[in-house]
């Protein structure tokens, strides 16, 4: 393997992906950085691995992914114990654009820097896996419904979030909750020091869901 030492991580990559890994290596420095900035961080910085894995095989070992874990949706694994980030390469990744990997990129790094202001063990699947999808623009906001959202306390429980769409509806919740109360109270329910319901109420979700697809369309407008 080939490398790269950035201010952040030490980034490992195949000769076949030469042409993407400098490109790569940018942008988790800038992911991580912008993400420390958005939330004050404000705290020593300890190095990561990344990992640009050639094949699937390559990455469900380097992740610790057991084959029967393993789902072919699966291209990107943030391991905060190791601190080591493991992504399918573009090559690998057959129905992933090279965008679509880098937008998994950051994902991932925004875990490693979020884990800066809370320990994963400690934060909920919506909350972790919302500000990581809605960062890096992951969210598909065609797919959600404003109609009948799943309600955000009910995606607490794993098997319903992975069940119901959990990531486009939890990037969408966490989104809305940082526009309608700040990016310092986000801060402060993720780091476990205030309790995420006491800012939901009734409709809070259908609100949140229209808010995102009516920005979109503006968008999409422009």
Known sequence: MQSIRTKYADFFYSHDDAHFAPALASEIDGTYERTADFFDLGMAITKFDFYLCSDAHTFRTLAGISGENYKDWMVGNCDLQKRRICILSPRAAKDRTPEQMMK??????????????????????????GIAV???????????????????????DEEFFCNHGGYDYSGAYILHLIKKYGKETFRRIYAGQLDLREYLYDGFEAEAVAALKKSADWQARA
Do not use: K
């Not at 950051?106 to 919506?126: F, Y």
């Open 104 to 129: 998994v990129a950051r994902h991932e790094t925004i875990h490693m820097a979020m884990n800066n202001l809370a320990q994963a063990e400690s934060v909920s699947l919506p909350l972790a896996e």
């Open 134 to 156: 809605a960062l890096s623009e992951q969210i598909n906001v065609p797919f959600l419904d404003a109609g009948n959202p799943p309600r955000l306390t009910d995606l607490l």
